[in-house]
């Protein structure tokens, strides 16, 4: 116990901006490659990846739902649905009740692009925060949040968009 206190201790003492720095770098660029190397091997970009697993574990979602679980603007998602329906990577389906309520649907293609795509199909990044406790998902999130409001001129909307190397 009092060595893990002491490792702690060190670890606290050696924090820089710099070396948090480092890390923010790390984790950008980790999740770039994995995501260059998720078009590379199957053709898709990382958020249209991780839009056919949501499709997978939600059949039938609407785009303002799917754009919900990955949080995008709903322009955003609409647009990345297009390219996969053109790709023959999902289908559009109205409901029977009311024509305007459009669900979608994984095609063949899709489901077998999706089950030989590397994995996680979310990309590192949202997978490795989804793994967190919730109690250490807080504690990001207040930090980061602090960190926020030392940035003058912060656009919130960027929130809303995929990473540039994911779209």
Same mark, same amino acid.
């Given at each position: ?47 249209? #990846?991780?839009?056919?697993?949501? %499709? /997978?574990?939600?059949? +039938?979602?609407?785009? @303002?739902? *799917?754009?919900?679980?990955?949080? !995008? ?57 989804? #793994?967190?406790?919730?109690?250490? %998902? /807080?504690?990001?999130? +207040?930090?980061?949040? @602090?960190? *926020?409001?030392?940035?003058?001129? !912060? ?13």
């Amino acid at each position: 116990m009092a060595e893990t206190q002491q490792k702690v201790k060190k670890a606290v003492s050696q924090v820089t901006p710099l070396s948090v720095l480092q890390r923010f770098r790390v984790l950008i660029r980790t999740a770039q490659r994995h995501s260059q190397w998720i078009e590379r091997q199957s053709g898709v970009t990382g958020a249209q #990846l991780w839009a056919l697993q949501e %499709l /997978a574990e939600v059949p +039938g979602l609407r785009v @303002g739902e *799917l754009a919900n679980r990955m949080a !995008l603007h709903q322009s955003t998602a609409s647009n990345m649905v297009d390219r996969l329906e053109t790709a023959a990577l999902i289908r559009k389906e109205r409901t029977s009740a009311d024509q305007r309520v459009v669900r979608l649907y994984l095609t063949e293609a899709g489901t077998a692009l999706l089950a030989r795509a590397p994995s996680p199909a979310r990309g590192v990044l949202p997978e490795a925060l989804r #793994l967190l406790d919730p109690e250490a %998902l /807080a504690r990001l999130q +207040g930090e980061l949040d @602090g960190l *926020l409001l030392q940035i003058r001129d !912060l656009d919130e909307g960027f929130g809303m968009q995929p990473l540039p190397f994911t779209e």
